[in-house]
């Protein structure tokens, strides 16, 4: 079935430093691809998306280029700060449905 | 904003128990979700629903059941309560209207089952 594969964490972090996640979906159809993160004792919100081949979303200095060929979304982020410490979702649409991979853990220390 | 609010944040309910969880949302979207967050497993789908009275079965939809007879409010139901069923449970919606669309989620509801 349709499914996304995320990089496993937990990764930890000094400030400024650069941040990769890796994600790669399965190449069924013509998906949206997002990130979601959610904040320690807060609910997952939309971090960014891309809807087609190429596109690239960002948000909050985080970047993620949609690449059909390799079927992957991965997340990146120049310098991260601690602010940045969350849990991080990769997700695909599926028709109605959104499949998430397993999340990554950022832990961003001082 | 779009607001999803689940009634209860922290539950503790016994093995056998009937639970229902509770999910509405204020935007008027078409499609709802229930999920549940294990750690290193991510959100996995138990039911979703794309308009009232309409339910599809997601990926773990054993031992649950759904109901939406409003379009603004979608139960979960734990017909009886297992410790296996200790977890985050999350709902979401979601507008009708293509695939990039965002999901909205509510902060969740932490079930115990002792």
């Known amino acids: 079935g349709d499914s996304v594969t995320q990089m496993e964490g937990p990764v930890t972090l000094s400030e400024e430093a650069f941040l990769t996640i890796n994600c790669t979906y399965t190449a069924t159809g013509y998906p949206s691809l997002f990130w979601y993160v959610q904040y320690p004792g807060e609910g997952l919100q939309l971090l960014l998306k891309?809807?087609?081949?190429?596109d690239k979303g960002s948000n909050k200095g985080f970047e993620a280029t949609y690449r059909k060929e390799t079927t992957s979304f991965h997340l990146e982020k120049g310098s991260v700060q601690v602010s940045d410490s969350a849990v991080y979702f990769c997700?695909?649409?599926?028709?109605?449905?959104?499949?998430f991979g397993a999340g990554t853990t950022v832990t961003v220390r001082a | 904003d779009v607001k999803v609010t689940q009634s209860s944040r922290y539950l503790v309910k016994r093995t056998g128990e009937k639970v229902f969880l509770e999910c509405v949302q204020d935007m008027d979207h078409e499609n709802m979700f229930w999920y549940r967050q294990d750690p290193g497993l991510g959100l996995r789908l138990i039911y979703f629903s794309y308009d009232v009275k309409m339910k599809e079965k997601g990926d773990i939809p054993e031992g649950y059941s759904v109901s939406r007879e409003k379009k603004e409010r979608f139960s979960l139901i734990l017909e009886s309560a297992s410790t296996n069923q200790t977890s985050m449970y999350l709902c979401a919606s979601r507008p009708n209207s293509g695939e990039a669309t965002e999901a909205f989620f509510g902060q969740g509801t932490r079930l115990t089952v002792v």
């Open positions: 891309a809807t087609k081949a190429d």
């Open positions: 997700a695909r649409t599926n028709d109605y449905k959104l499949s």
